[in-house]
């Protein structure tokens, strides 16, 4: 069965870095777009970025422009996010997410997600 496996969620430091690593399994997806999300207690489920199938093309949430860089590896079937100058409000669960086609509010397949915390 398909499976998405995320790792690297920490408590990390205001200002510090993180990697974010997503393994996916029970099937190939070198064709599809690949992406993260977030959600917090209460807060429905944020878009953060997506990277399209070969990787020529990456969108990102305004909230994290010119912080956090996606990119993937399709040998390896893995999706990673580059966290750069955290904030405490990046704080969140972080959802790796696969999809024919992912929008800012829709993913086909999803991880169990993975806890960041950023101190202030």
């Known amino acids: 069965q398909v499976r998405l496996v995320e790792s690297g969620g920490r408590l990390v430091q205001a200002g510090g870095s993180l990697r974010l690593s997503c393994a996916a399994s029970g099937r190939t997806f070198s064709t599809y777009t690949m992406g993260w999300f977030r959600q917090v207690p209460g807060k429905e489920r944020e878009f953060v970025a997506r990277i399209s199938w070969n990787g020529g093309s990456t969108y990102y949430a305004d909230s994290v422009k010119g912080r956090f860089t996606i990119s993937r590896d399709n040998a390896k079937n893995t999706v990673y996010l580059q966290m750069n100058s955290l904030k405490p409000e990046d704080t969140a669960v972080y959802y790796c997410?696969?999809?024919?086609?992912?929008?800012?509010?829709?993913?086909?397949?999803w991880g169990q997600g993975t806890q960041v915390t950023v101190s202030s």
């Open positions: 997410a696969v999809g024919r086609s992912i929008t800012t509010t829709q993913a086909d397949y």
